[in-house]
């Protein structure tokens, strides 16, 4: 139980468009969805949260008009970078969490996105 | 100082041997907790979670939480060359909704 699926794993993407990762909760309803970003050999950067329905909560530092999130449903979430550039190829992660969910398993991530800006 | 310590190793260890990883954190309002393990370029998968003082067995695991020194450990029993990965410790205040705080990571490398 408790799996969260995110979708593509790979993106490559010409600097100066936009690129959409999706995080979707397969078997549970995510309340609460994470998004994180990881540089190599480093830990997890949480860059916002989202409630469904409602407008993310970004981290300090974190450019909201770069970064959109949208959590329209409580099975998906997805996070556009805008505008790409180079410096933001990294690894998108997501994450969801509900009261049942985490009870039993915790916070669930997703397998993760690996953007490459060219 | 950050909310989370955690060694980052890397540490390397032979086959078969006991693994202990361990983690520090100051915020005292940390319920629940965390230990996810990474293999590179894929997702956090979560091994253990405990919201008690005391320990919690599962398999080769076992996760030790001790709330008085703000102390959190894993240990892993006979690791295995599969086990080298990069474990995570994470923590939280509220069961769920609320974000994770991370450790830094520690790369473990069992070698055969």
């Known amino acids: 139980g408790a799996v969260v699926s995110q979708h593509p794993s790979r993106v490559i993407c010409k600097s100066g468009t936009s690129v959409k990762i999706e995080c979707r909760s397969l078997?549970?309803?995510?309340?609460?969805m994470f998004w994180y970003r990881q540089f190599p050999k480093k830990s997890l950067m949480l860059m916002a949260t989202?409630?469904?329905?409602?407008?993310?909560?970004?981290e300090q530092g974190v450019e909201k008009d770069k970064f959109l999130i949208n959590h329209a449903s409580l099975t998906l979430s997805t996070l556009t970078v805008t505008s790409a550039h180079p410096e933001d190829s990294s690894f998108y992660i997501c994450?969801?969490?509900?009261?049942?969910?985490?009870?039993?398993?915790?916070?669930?991530f997703g397998s993760g996105t690996r953007l490459t800006v060219v | 100082q950050k909310e989370v310590e955690q060694d980052p190793g890397p540490l390397s260890v032979p086959e078969g041997a006991i693994v202990s990883l361990n983690c520090t954190y100051s915020?005292?309002?940390?319920?629940?907790f965390m230990w996810y393990r990474q293999y590179s370029r894929k997702g956090p998968e979560l091994l253990m979670y405990?919201?008690?003082?005391g320990n919690k067995e599962d398999g080769r695991f076992t996760a030790q939480v001790d709330k008085s020194s703000k102390y959190i450990s894993l240990f892993i029993r006979d690791s295995q060359p599969s086990d080298s990965a990069t474990y995570l410790c994470?923590?939280?205040?509220?069961?769920?909704?609320?974000?994770?705080?991370f450790g830094a990571g520690t790369i473990l490398r069992v070698k055969s």
């Open positions: 405990t919201y008690s003082s």
């Open positions: 994450s969801a969490s509900d009261a049942i969910a985490t009870l039993n398993y915790g916070y669930t």
């Open positions: 994470a923590m939280t205040v509220t069961q769920y909704g609320n974000k994770l705080v």
């Open positions: 915020n005292s309002a940390f319920q629940y």
């Open positions: 989202s409630n469904e329905g409602s407008k993310a909560t970004y």
């Open positions: 078997d549970f309803q995510a309340t609460t």
